[in-house]
């Protein structure tokens, strides 16, 4: 089945730097990916999507890379603010079904 | 935007009884609608898909007469936790998507689910 997994599980930054977020999946069938915020006892919020035609996508201060060839995506984080503290997961789409990663802890410093 | 609406946000109940949470997508029409439950400091974990008007497809180890959904209409889906325990107590997340569309995904906001 899928797995997808992070790099780093916590990601600790200061405000004002930019961060990070990476993100590997295993199944080579995902056509489109969705990187998700997720604040304590919420949903997840959708940030960003990218298809598998691209290999790049921006948004307003987030921009995410994706690379098809060694099945990783990565989230950038421009500028981090302390309201961009949270959790992210990124989740693979294949087929009408998402898998979500295990989550990357963003901890903005002041 | 598309906003999934998710009732309650959070319940506490006693051993035995059951428990329904609805999720509800506001201004579309939502084929398909996903249910999860998160741990604490967990991903997400997949329970049940549903299409409307027919019956759910339950994950593995996820029990069906325990978690009973129901999506009988194209913006309305509920789960009934049935006589709920201790060990059920979680966090319930539902998401909708519509097919065909950018393959759009929204989550709601999640129910706290406590069984005492």
């Known amino acids: 089945g899928e797995s997808v997994g992070l790099h780093l599980p916590t990601l600790s930054v200061q405000e004002g730097d930019n961060s990070i977020i990476n993100c590997a999946y295993s199944?080579?069938?995902?056509?489109?990916f969705i990187w998700y915020k997720q604040e304590s006892g919420k949903g997840p919020q959708f940030i960003i999507d990218?298809?598998?035609?691209?290999d790049k996508r921006q948004g307003q201060r987030v921009t995410v890379l994706l690379n098809k060839t060694v099945k990783h995506l990565s989230l950038q984080i421009a500028a981090t603010q302390p309201g961009d503290s949270a959790v992210y997961f990124c989740a693979p789409n294949a087929g009408n079904m998402l898998t979500f990663g295990g989550g990357t802890r963003l901890m903005v410093k002041p | 935007g598309a906003v999934v609406s998710q009732h309650p946000s959070r319940v506490i109940c006693k051993s035995g009884t059951s428990v329904k949470i609805e999720c509800r997508s506001l201004d579309f029409q939502a084929t398909t609608m996903f249910w999860y439950r998160q741990f604490p400091k967990k991903s997400l974990m997949l329970m049940a898909t549903s299409n409307e008007g027919s019956k759910a497809t339950y994950e593995q180890g996820v029990e069906k007469d325990k978690f009973l959904i129901n999506h009988a209409s194209l913006t309305l889906s509920t789960l009934t936790v049935t006589s709920a325990h201790p060990e059920d107590s979680s966090f319930y997340i539902c998401?909708?998507?519509?097919?065909?569309?950018?393959?759009?995904?929204?989550f709601g906001s999640g129910t706290r689910l406590t069984v005492v």
């Open positions: 199944n080579s069938a995902s056509d489109y």
């Open positions: 990218i298809r598998s035609n691209m």
């Open positions: 998401s909708a998507s519509t097919l065909g569309s950018n393959y759009g995904y929204t």
